[in-house]
């Protein structure tokens, strides 16, 4: 039976790898299918992997009816078995339900890949429709690390190497060191630090800054001079 499939992790699990890798296994067993992409960090209409790959997708935008879409395309006698939907946070909830529709009515498996949630820590609403339908949910097991190492659970937005909790909602970018650094880049960070906002950068100012030093050096008793030393005595 088809199945709607919703793979999800943080930035940098290996999402867009996997919706490649996907792509691959059940065309090279005779399946025909469809790739959908949305605000891909690569640009419009290609699906990419932050490993080097990519291939021409198709894509998704606010008026697209993706049940129509296939429908038409089914129709005009083109083989669909499977559809494969990357970054499917910014597809719209209507979007979801289509898909799923496609599922049920259609006989399509949907392998859906994207984040649950912005940089605010809130649902996009096309992930939170994909949990609600989804007749599975996997976390990929590859975890992005916070810079302190323990497993990232929260994609943390960063302009101009600040931290920001307040903004759009979609503002394409990509992970920290992808390449120049762009006004907005994203950075994943375990939730203590999400909340006490402390970014790499953030953490390496404090670290060098003596306004975060653990004791008070005026405190400590002072080392004795050295004889001939012009210090008084």
């Not at 867009?16 to 949305?38: I, K, N, P, V």
Request: hydrophobic share 40%; proline share 5%.
């Amino acid at each position: 039976m088809a199945e709607l499939v919703f793979f999800t992790g943080t930035m940098d699990c290996g999402k867009s790898t996997l919706a490649l890798q996907m792509d691959h296994t059940h065309s090279t067993r005779g399946r025909a299918g469809l790739l959908f992409t949305r605000h891909d960090r690569s640009g419009e209409a290609v699906l990419s992997s932050r490993l080097g790959l990519s291939k021409p997708a198709l894509e998704v935008t606010d008026v697209l009816d993706l049940w129509d879409f296939v429908v038409e395309h089914k129709t005009r006698g083109r083989r669909i078995d499977y559809l494969v939907c990357d970054e499917a946070q910014f597809y719209t909830p209507v979007q979801i339900e289509q898909l799923a529709r496609l599922v049920d009515e259609m006989g399509v498996d949907v392998f859906a890949f994207g984040i649950t949630a912005d940089f605010r820590t809130e649902l996009f609403p096309g992930s939170r429709r994909l949990i609600e339908l989804a007749d599975r949910t996997e976390q990929l097991q590859v975890r992005a690390l916070c810079w302190c190492g323990k497993a990232a659970t929260v994609n943390a937005r960063v302009v101009d190497g600040v931290m920001v909790v307040e903004g759009e909602q979609v503002v394409v970018g990509d992970v920290a060191g992808a390449g120049a650094a762009p006004t907005v880049e994203y950075e994943m960070l375990c939730r203590r630090h999400y909340m006490r906002r402390m970014n790499a950068s953030a953490a390496h100012a404090q670290a060098i800054s003596p306004e975060v030093l653990p004791f008070d050096l005026c405190g400590l008793p002072q080392p004795s001079p050295s004889p001939g030393d012009d210090a008084p005595r």
